[in-house]
Structures are given as C-alpha cells and as structure tokens.
C-alpha cells in the first residue's frame, strides 16, 4: 500500500469512488519516510482506510478484516528479497491468499516480481 505501485493504484481506485483498504507493515526495507510520504496523501481521502500489517501475520490479516467485505482484494504486496522472506519469516503466499479469499466476494487479483523467478533465464519456459 505504501510502496510506488500500491500507492498510484489506491489513488486511482479512490478518483474512481472505491473504497480502499491498504495494509502495509511499512518496514524499512526501503525508506519508510517516502512510504509515510505515500500515505499522507491518501490519509483523510473519502473511502481510504489504513491498516498497519504485516501479510504474513495470519491473525493481523483476521483482525484486518473482521467485519468486513470486500468485492475484490487486490493483492500488490511483495517482499523484495523472496528468499529471505521464506526463510527468515517462513512466508507462505498460499496462507495469506486463503485469508484474504474469506473477506472478498468475487475473487482475488495477484501480481508478483520477478523476484519469484528462481531459475536462470535460459532455464525459463
């Protein structure tokens, strides 16, 4: 939600009359000044809420979206270095996006990094 493309993507859906939910752990991997930055021109718009999370915190994710529905989840949230987040925090997509399938009525839309790429580009289908 506070990164580059979760930020532009919110205020687009907000110009359109969406509601937008964004949950971000907003850890320091990159700058988390320029995500506050981020944040502050979506604080206060009609429609906008912020949820400080981290995805891959089960019960966070529950807590999020207790009492709440949604038509779709749109689903932008990565951690840069995908190695480390299986191994350091034992990430598991599959977990977060069967939560996240419990509070959307019509689905969930996913995007990834290249990162996920394990392979050599000769190796690629």
């Known amino acids: ?3 580059f493309i979760g930020s532009h993507t919110a205020a687009a859906l907000l110009d359109r009359s969406h509601a937008v939910t964004g949950i971000d752990s907003l850890n320091a991997y990159y700058d988390p ?3 506050q930055a981020r944040l502050a021109r979506l604080s206060g718009r009609d429609g906008f809420r912020f ?7 089960a019960e966070a994710l529950t807590l999020a979206a207790a ?13 840069a ?18 939560k996240a399938s419990r509070a959307s009525s019509n689905g969930i839309a996913i995007t ?14």
Do not use: C
């Not at 949820?51 to 915190?57: K, M, P």
């Open 1 to 3: 939600m506070a990164g």
């Open 33 to 35: 000044a320029l995500k």
């Open 67 to 79: 009492g709440e529905s949604y038509d779709v989840i749109l689903h932008l949230a990565a951690q």
């Open 81 to 98: 270095d995908v190695t480390r987040a299986a191994r350091d925090f034992g990430f598991k997509p599959s977990t977060t996006l069967e």
């Open 51 to 57: 949820v400080q999370a981290d995805i891959a915190d």
């Open 112 to 125: 990834t990094s290249s990162n996920v790429w394990t392979g050599s580009f000769d190796d690629r289908p």
